[in-house]
């Protein structure tokens, strides 16, 4: 069985860090690409950045980019968000996603990932 273990959200104050964790089991990690999504309340689902299965290619929301460091280590079977200068628009229910049709590899975009955690939830505020 394919499961995900999110961890890492909680509260932040604006200008803070935060690092999140997506620790995958029942599958080799490094066969598929991975992405980080998000959902703020009101708003609809965003893809935030994803990684290749190798690790050697990123794709980072333009919201996101300079800020967010999306990174994964094979031989422990995760992926890591880190995210730094948080604002309060940051915050949102975070979600993990595995590409497992390998769509990445044909369309370099994260929109593909198919198969999802069930979220963490990261909140920026003073």
């Known amino acids: 069985q394919l499961q995900f273990v999110e961890s890492g959200g909680g509260l932040v104050q604006p200008g803070g860090s935060l690092t999140l964790s997506c620790a995958a089991s029942g599958f080799t990690l490094d066969n598929y690409a991975i992405g980080w999504f998000r959902q703020a309340p009101g708003k609809e689902r965003e893809g935030v950045s994803c990684?290749?299965?190798?690790?050697?290619?990123?794709n980072y929301a333009d919201s996101v980019k300079g800020r967010f460091t999306i990174s994964r280590d094979n031989a422990k079977n995760t992926v890591y968000l880190q995210m730094n200068s948080l604002k309060p628009e940051d915050t949102a229910i975070y979600y993990c996603?595995?590409?497992?049709?390998?769509?990445?590899?044909?369309?370099?975009?994260?929109?593909?990932?198919?198969?999802w955690g069930k979220g963490t939830l990261v909140t920026v505020s003073s």
């Open positions: 990684i290749s299965s190798s690790g050697g290619s990123t």
């Open positions: 996603a595995v590409d497992t049709q390998l769509t990445y590899y044909y369309t370099k975009a994260c929109s593909g990932m198919d198969y």
